[in-house]
């Protein structure tokens, strides 16, 4: 049954509604608290969860989500609070009792065995058999069963997992816990590594077990498909809970709001005069790529920032990654400040004063395993180094200190790995290894992929500033909304071509949309 009565959860938004279902919760969080050395996780939170609902969990990074599913799935134990499923009192200290319970965990992180076969990894540690010999057969008809009732049919029992792309990967994780035959099923960000179509396949999954009466808890950044597919959401921040909210009739604007707690207004910070000049620090002219670019010239001007925006395939993070000498190919004229350079590796590319923020971070753009400090540094040593090879440790710290600080990137210290960040912070990390090298042109391809709405927020601010300082940021992203929002100027990729240049201001979204979908009026 849909709500019928408006319940004002805050005077300054839109009215709310609430559902009014009598039938019982399958999940009732009550009053959790979780602390930690120095922190309170979780102060008092709330959760309740109807059958056949799919419940969004919404958050800034740091406000609980993560630490109120890993109570929920046995990997923490509550300070303070109960839990009851199907009304009844449960503890839950393993996530081997969880499972019993009916409630599985997809991860972001996929737990998955590269070598062995779709059928082993999702029955490995439960094999059927007789004690010494595993029942092959019996794994392949129910890994097909499985797939049935996710309507997957493109995807073979027998295939090696370290083969299949990810969007399959992560159905071959969905199916694992499926096959644990839970109640609640919590998913972690899936969303997050997959395209459009494979996402509107996901949602395609999730409705079909809505309908079976599986309750499911889906934490996402992503407001949009939030709106779209959720019934429900929990909103926390900083470790409480703000509301929880029906999802008929609320707008985006409204969701930001209830889970940063600031106007939207706030969220995007442009200078009041265009900040472009005359003053060209990078031409490109006729420049192609393979058969990624074709034939696209542009400038970008002193603290000016450019946003690049195409629908996927158009070309747009190929031409970005040839101004930092990462793709082949390449073809046609780049100056820098007048002068026609050769950019042939980030290496010379660095030495011209430019950076790359890519959308693969951990891939590309960090060394994981080392220290956030390293990684700041890591770009800089050269100007840390003494008379000898060796580096002056002390400046080093003040340095990456001050660039954390400036950037108010969240750490425990700066000798945590990078790796134990969030999203967010990954970036920041990113952005402050290239301000600490001093370089005036950065180009930031999907620079709030995977981060929350808190995050971005501080992302844009600080690219705001670095323009107000007279930096030139180039931002590739398919987000029309970020790209109106940050952009002095925008560019539009179709088909390979730049096609279309809009000033600030004279474009709307559904112009822009009509736009990266080839309409040249």
């Given at each position: 049954?849909?709500?019928?009565?408006?319940?004002?959860?805050?005077?300054?938004?839109?009215?709310?509604?609430?559902?009014?279902?009598?039938?019982?919760?399958?999940?009732?969080?009550?009053?959790?608290?979780?602390?930690?050395?120095?922190?309170?996780?979780?102060?008092?939170?709330?959760?309740?969860?109807?059958?056949?609902?799919?419940?969004?969990?919404?958050?800034?990074?740091?406000?609980?989500?993560?630490?109120?599913?890993?109570?929920?799935?046995?990997?923490?134990?509550?300070?303070?609070?109960?839990?009851?499923?199907?009304?009844?009192?449960?503890?839950?200290?393993?996530?081997?009792?969880?499972?019993?319970?009916?409630?599985?965990?997809?991860?972001?992180?996929?737990?998955?065995?590269?070598?062995?076969?779709?059928?082993?990894?999702?029955?490995?540690?439960?094999?059927?058999?007789?004690?010494?010999?595993?029942?092959?057969?019996?794994?392949?008809?129910?890994?097909?069963?499985?797939?049935?009732?996710?309507?997957?049919?493109?995807?073979?029992?027998?295939?090696?997992?370290?083969?299949?792309?990810?969007?399959?990967?992560?159905?071959?994780?969905?199916?694992?816990?499926?096959?644990?035959?839970?109640?609640?099923?919590?998913?972690?960000?899936?969303?997050?590594?997959?395209?459009?179509?494979?996402?509107?396949?996901?949602?395609?999954?999730?409705?079909?077990?809505?309908?079976?009466?599986?309750?499911?808890?889906?934490?996402?950044?992503?407001?949009?498909?939030?709106?779209?597919?959720?019934?429900?959401?929990?909103?926390?921040?900083?470790?409480?809970?703000?509301?929880?909210?029906?999802?008929?009739?609320?707008?985006?604007?409204?969701?930001?709001?209830?889970?940063?707690?600031?106007?939207?207004?706030?969220?995007?910070?442009?200078?009041?005069?265009?900040?472009?000049?005359?003053?060209?620090?990078?031409?490109?002219?006729?420049?192609?790529?393979?058969?990624?670019?074709?034939?696209?010239?542009?400038?970008?001007?002193?603290?000016?920032?450019?946003?690049?925006?195409?629908?996927?395939?158009?070309g747009q993070n190929e031409l970005a990654r040839a101004l930092f000498g990462i793709q082949d190919g390449v073809r046609g004229t780049i100056k820098r400040r007048g002068l026609v350079v050769r950019i042939r590796s980030p290496r010379q590319a660095v030495r011209l004063g430019i950076g790359l923020l890519t959308e693969h971070r951990k891939l590309e753009g960090l060394v994981p395993d080392m220290s956030v400090k390293e990684n700041i540094s890591l770009p800089s040593l050269a100007a840390f180094r003494r008379l000898t090879m060796f580096i002056h440790n002390g400046r080093e710290r003040w340095a990456v200190r001050e660039s954390m600080q400036q950037l108010n990137v969240k750490?425990?210290?700066?000798?945590?790995?990078?790796?134990?960040?969030?999203?967010?912070?990954?970036?920041?990390?990113?952005?402050?290894?290239?301000?600490?090298?001093?370089?005036?042109?950065?180009?930031?391809?999907?620079?709030?992929?995977?981060?929350?709405?808190?995050?971005?927020?501080?992302?844009?601010?600080?690219?705001?500033?670095?323009?107000?300082?007279?930096?030139?940021?180039?931002?590739?992203?398919?987000?029309?909304?970020?790209?109106?929002?940050?952009?002095?100027?925008?560019?539009?990729?179709?088909?390979?071509?730049?096609?279309?240049?809009?000033?600030?201001?004279?474009?709307?979204?559904?112009?822009?949309?009509?736009?990266?979908?080839?309409?040249?009026?």
């Amino acid at each position: 049954m849909r709500p019928s009565e408006p319940v004002f959860m805050n005077p300054d938004l839109t009215a709310m509604r609430i559902h009014d279902d009598y039938a019982p919760p399958i999940l009732e969080m009550r009053g959790i608290v979780k602390r930690f050395p120095g922190l309170v996780a979780l102060d008092g939170v709330d959760l309740s969860v109807r059958r056949g609902e799919i419940h969004a969990l919404i958050g800034q990074n740091g406000a609980g989500k993560s630490t109120l599913m890993k109570i929920l799935s046995g990997v923490y134990t509550p300070d303070e609070g109960d839990i009851r499923v199907e009304g009844l009192p449960v503890s839950i200290h393993y996530p081997r009792e969880a499972l019993r319970l009916g409630i599985g965990t997809v991860y972001q992180d996929l737990s998955l065995v590269p070598q062995l076969s779709v059928a082993d990894n999702i029955y490995l540690g439960r094999e059927p058999g007789n004690g010494f010999v595993i029942d092959q057969t019996a794994i392949r008809r129910s890994t097909q069963a499985l797939f049935r009732r996710l309507e997957v049919r493109d995807i073979d029992g027998d295939e090696r997992v370290g083969r299949l792309p990810l969007a399959q990967q992560q159905l071959v994780e969905i199916a694992k816990v499926l096959s644990h035959e839970p109640r609640i099923l919590i998913l972690d960000e899936p969303t997050a590594p997959l395209a459009d179509e494979e996402t509107a396949h996901l949602f395609r999954i999730l409705r079909g077990l809505r309908e079976q009466g599986i309750a499911i808890i889906f934490i996402s950044h992503r407001f949009k498909e939030i709106l779209q597919q959720c019934d429900r959401a929990t909103i926390l921040r900083n470790g409480r809970l703000v509301t929880t909210i029906d999802m008929q009739g609320v707008s985006e604007d409204e969701l930001v709001e209830l889970t940063i707690g600031e106007r939207l207004e706030t969220f995007f910070h442009h200078a009041e005069q265009m900040r472009a000049n005359a003053d060209v620090v990078l031409e490109v002219s006729h420049l192609s790529v393979r058969r990624a670019v074709r034939d696209v010239s542009f400038t970008v001007g002193r603290g000016e920032i450019v946003g690049i925006t195409g629908l996927l395939g158009a070309g747009q993070n190929e031409l970005a990654r040839a101004l930092f000498g990462i793709q082949d190919g390449v073809r046609g004229t780049i100056k820098r400040r007048g002068l026609v350079v050769r950019i042939r590796s980030p290496r010379q590319a660095v030495r011209l004063g430019i950076g790359l923020l890519t959308e693969h971070r951990k891939l590309e753009g960090l060394v994981p395993d080392m220290s956030v400090k390293e990684n700041i540094s890591l770009p800089s040593l050269a100007a840390f180094r003494r008379l000898t090879m060796f580096i002056h440790n002390g400046r080093e710290r003040w340095a990456v200190r001050e660039s954390m600080q400036q950037l108010n990137v969240k750490a425990a210290s700066s000798k945590v790995k990078v790796s134990t960040l969030s999203g967010g912070n990954q970036q920041k990390v990113i952005l402050g290894k290239w301000l600490l090298r001093d370089l005036d042109v950065l180009i930031f391809i999907s620079p709030t992929q995977g981060i929350d709405v808190g995050a971005k927020a501080e992302i844009y601010a600080h690219l705001s500033e670095l323009a107000n300082q007279g930096k030139s940021i180039i931002v590739v992203s398919e987000d029309l909304l970020e790209i109106l929002g940050i952009s002095d100027r925008i560019f539009v990729m179709y088909n390979r071509r730049l096609t279309r240049i809009f000033q600030r201001g004279e474009v709307d979204e559904e112009t822009l949309l009509s736009a990266v979908q080839g309409a040249t009026l």
